[in-house]
Every structure is written in structure tokens, then in C-alpha cells.
């Protein structure tokens, strides 16, 4: 092609188009603490065949139909029926819309709720993803301080007063009550009591992300602010990609009829993938539970193993997050100056991935001395010796004083 | 609940959130002519199914992992492949995106090109989701004059000229080349070259949805757009709904990098169903090429067979397309009174479902006495009882008059 003769899109775009993404992949490293993967070698896979076998021959002709504008009727009934069961929660099939992922549902909302300019409350430290996905509608994040039982109500309230009395009531708040990514606290019931008050007396709707839940290695299930809040402003939002895979690339939300009737003008690409949907709902209808049991012994192993792993190569120059669920670990250097930003690419040479505070930072800068460190994915032998390796490269550069 | 209690998120949208969209499910009629389905009794389910199989026992555990933000890699290069084979495209995997069918593709790059009020410009009649795309973003829909061989460039070049002339330099040019939906024509080699030349000379981005073009019963291909335009300006959207089944959510779009670098900005929802892809992609490695050849045989039959039973009820009365493939007949009445869309309700009522003329229509208003009527769901027979039932519904409201 003539490069002179090539069209540039540059003046095309819309004014309120984000900026570019980079099309190139991240590194993984072999030891791959950095994304919050399931254990790949225990996904149901052949489980997931035969449902999907199952689904084909009792309703695969309607693979030839465009799938409903909520996603497969059945699944969101299962949804609904374990969401009553497990979280004691009141959520219609109705009221609920499969997503791909968590993701998905979670940028529905926020397009569905967002002006740019408008503030957006979340935790201190939160799921990147979810931050992103704010940055590109423009909203002004403000991050609340909180302890290991969660928001600090008084912080809470005194930053949505302050808002309000500059004339920008915040429009939104975000929250991740159980095994909240990155920090892995989870919400008392207290806390979670307090939030949904402060929500309630001055108006501001939640997003409740809990796609880790059921993820559960210890401890009791606490209620969720959903079943908390009378009057409706509370959305859920939860995953399949966490119990069975990410590649099903299925997720929830629930929420008022007055939200979906928007989000389903907003969502591209139709309803759900059915294929997928099919397969995931006759596997969840008999067999999730008792896949769940397993993963979580399998995981909960994982979680120990990198504990132990932490203590016998951090010492006492780092403290962390001891979660009784999720798949990672919050680590942070006492050594303040530590830019572990900086040093993920060091730690990749030595075949270690990881991710540092800043990208789970609303402001986008604090939490350089943090790492994420996720369990999920390694064996334990594998995650002891990344974890060795780990802090050897922060031990080289000074981060990491013994 | 307290109905006092319940929150109100009338005054918590975003001034930009589309108007709400209704949840409830259009009533399908036995004699399904509504809507584009492939043929449901010929689905390859077993086949997939398989495909599925082989793609799972191969790297099953890569479910594990995020999907590529694009999509499947090993997919993307057989698109890649096919689009030089079957239609002397030059596409690298890597300028290739996969999505939800052919529909988010193309609201992907709508969200990346308009701003509200920028005008659009499409074929006199074409396909409603995308003018709902269009709407929703706030486009200024102008329709253009066509023939039976495509845009008149003449009125084309015109209306460029005018919008420029007010200041208001059309955004974007969506075209349905390939058996036009609905009207079914195929734009010639002349025409398409004519509007190719026209997008370049004013500097106008064109999408070529190209997503019915394997569905050819006679005649010969003609060439891309995509292929005839050698400055960039051309993006190129197929799917694998209407040739594998719809219900596998699997299109995809081929467009320049600063395209797909602002698109991987917009996209939610992490890279396409990964289950599905690995199924698509063995399946179509092997299979799809017979499979295709098998269901235009099939489609062929049933085109001919809604052709003859036109013929045999609606007469004089009407007159209607005779397309080379695609999946549907476009038909209008000679009573320029009639209301089409009216109408609908009756036809369902004798359990026949077709879509008028206005949802295809850029104003929204014109093509009352037109349908849009789709073969592939149902038998021939099935066709020939449903348009005899049809033409019985607008007999008797005097709107056939034989």
C-alpha cells in the first residue's frame, strides 16, 4: 500500500472515544501470581462436555434463535434459586441479566449511571478492571479509607458530606464486601449494616461485586448488602469464571427493572453466548456444589502454602493479608521507598509475575511498596519457589530488607 | 418492600444513557418469517459438539486464562485465511477482532466514530440493528437512493456534497453490499468500485457488512469493498450466526490498528467466549466448507419455495426481490396505503410473524407497504402455509388486492 495514499483515522474519532489501548499481551511468567486465574488443572472439563451434551439434545434446534436480550431463561432461574439458597438473597429471574463475566455487568451500570466528571466512591485499594472501566466514563474516583472489616463509615460519610456540599453528590459507590480484591478483608455485617444506612439516608446507589464468594476457605458466609437494603438501590453483581472458568466468560447482575430497561439498550452483541449458557447451566444445576467443595480444598492448600511461603522469605520486612477466601494475597514492603511498579519486569526475568499496588489505587499512584500476589494458578511447590525467587529480586534491589 | 422506601434512579442516568429499551420478548409466530434464522434442523450440532472436544482435550486448561482481548488467536488466523481464499482479502489475525456476532463489531466501531449528531449515511433501507446502533449514538441517518446493483453514486456523491456544504461532513458510510438486508439485491462490481472511489475522494470511513455472503445459491461472488479500497478506509464485518448457528454469539471485524486500538478501550467484557471459539474453530477447520455447501442446498429450496408460494397468493398485488442468496424476500405491496406494521398483529394472531418495512427505514417512517420476509426457519411447506395465511390477513384487511 502507498503510505501516502493511507487514510488516517485520527480526525474520525469520537470526542468521547478513550484513548488507544495496547494490543500486546502482558508476559506471563511461569510463576503466575499476577491474575487471579482458577486452578487449571481441576476446571470440570468433562463435565462441562457432557452438559453441554445434555443441553444440545433437549434444546440445541434453538441454537438457530438469537438468544434472549437477558441471556438463557434457565440459567438466570438457577441464579436466582442459588442466590436465595446460599446469600439468603430476593433476586427474580426477571431481575437478573447474564453478562460475559463480571466485567461486562459491572460497565453496563456504570454506562448506564455515568457522567464524566461524577464521583464514584470505592474502597481505599479495588479490582483494576472496575477502575478502569470508571476512568473511561470519566469519572472522578475517590478512594475511602478502610480497615479489615471494611469502609470506615465515618470516612465514608464525612467524604459524601464534603461532596455534597460542593455540589457533586457522588453518584455511585462501589464495593467488593467479601474477600475484597486486592486487600482480602471481608465486610463485617456491622460495616456492611453501616453502608447500606449511609447509602440509603443520602441516596447514592451501590454496586456490590462478589464474584468471589463462593470462594470460601474458612470463616462463616456473611450476609450481603443486597439482602440488607429495603429500598432497591443496591445492584449485585457475581461470576462463574472464578468456580468453573474465566473462558466461559459468564457472569450476573441483578438489579432494578429501571437499571435493566437501560442496560438492554446499551448492551451490544445480543444475549449471552447460548452455547456457553447451556453448558454452564446444566453443570451448575448438579454438579457446581460439589465442585465448589473440591476446588476450595484445592485452593484453600494454595492459599497456605503461599503463607508459608511468605513467612519464610518475607520475614518480617513485609506483612500481608491472611484471607479466609479469594485467590490473593495483599503484600506490602515496609520499606515505603519500594517501587514494586518498577520492578515487575525484573521479576518477570526471573519468570515471576505479579501485580503492584497501583493499578488497584483510585488515584493511580499511591501503593508502590504493594503487591497482589495471586494463588490460584501455581502448584504449591511452584508457588514456594516463586515466592523464593520473588524475594530474591526484591532483596537485589533493595526492596526487601531482612 | 415499602413502596416509599424503594430508591428512584430516574435522576441517577447519565445524560447519555439511551431511552429505556422494553424487557419483553416479541411473540414469534409458527411461520417464523420475522427474523434471519439459518435452517435449525440442520445445525451441526454433533459436530460441534466434537469440534468442541478436540479443542478442550488440546488446551482445555487454558480456560483457566483470560481469553485474548481480540479473541482466539487460532480462530483469527483462519478468518485470516479464509477471507484470502474466498474473497482475495488481505487481513492479517492480527487487524482481525472477534466478537458477539456481527452486531457488536459494528457498535464497537460506532461507539469509536460518532458523536451525537454526526451523520451517517446508509442504503434507503437497511439492516434495523444497526440503525438502532446508529440511533442510539445520536447519528444523523441519511438514506441514499439504490437500485437493484447498489448505491446511485450520483446520489451518493450529492448528499456528500450538501452535508458538506452545511458543515456537516458525513462520519461514516455503512453499506450491506452482499445481498442486501432486507432488499436483498447484490451491489455490482461498477457500483462498488463507484462508492469505494467516492469514500476515498472525500475521505470517508465505510463499513462493509459482509455477514449473509456465504449464503450464495447462484451467481457469482463479487468482489470486497475491503479489497478494491487501498487506502485503509474500508472495515470489513462477517459472522458465523447465519452459517453456523446464532446462538454461538461468533462474529468478528477487520480493521486498521488505530481502529482496534481505540475499540480494545471499549470492548467489556474481556476477549469473545473462549468455549465457543474453540468449538467454532475446529469446526470450521474441517467442516464448515461442506457444511455451508449442505445448508445453501437447503436454503435454496426454501427461497424457492417462498418465491412460488408469493407468486401463488399475493399475484399482481405485490411485487418482491428474487435474491442470489441471503435469507430473505423483500416485498411491497402496490397498495401504497398499507400499514405493514399495523398489521403485524393480525398476522400473528393466524400465527404468521414477519417485520415491516419502517424498522429498516433511516427516518423511521417510510416502507409502511413493505415486509421483510425471512425462509430460513421454516419448511417449505410451513412457507407455503404461512405466506397463503398471509396473504389471507392482508386480503381481508384490503391491503392485497388481487
Partial sequence: MDSTRQFKFDRSFAQSAPEARSGVVPQRGKYDFAVAYPDPTSLPLKELMNSLGDGLSEEGEDLAIYPHPQGYPPLRELISNRLAQNRAMVATPESIMLGDGSGQPIHLILEALLDSGDVVLTENFTYSGTLNALRRFGAEIVGIQCDNSGFLPDALEHTIRNSIEQ????KLIYTIPTFQNPQGWTASTERRMALVSIAQ?????VIEDDCYVDLRYEGKPVTTLHSMDDSGLVMYVGSF????APGMRMGFLVAPEEVLARIRSIKSGGGVNQFAALAVHRFAESKLDSHVEHINGLLRFKRDAMLVALGENFGSAADWSEPEGGLYIWV???????D???LRSKALMAEVGYQSGVIYSPDGTSGKNFARLCFGYNSPEEIHEGIARLAEVFEANGVLNL
Fill in 332 to 338: 506490602r514492603l515496609k520499606e515505603e521507598g519500594a
Fill in 201 to 205: 439516608k443520602y441516596g447514592i446507589p
Fill in 241 to 244: 469464571s472464578k468456580i468453573i
Fill in 340 to 342: 514494586l511498579e518498577e
Fill in 167 to 170: 455540589g457533586r453528590k457522588p
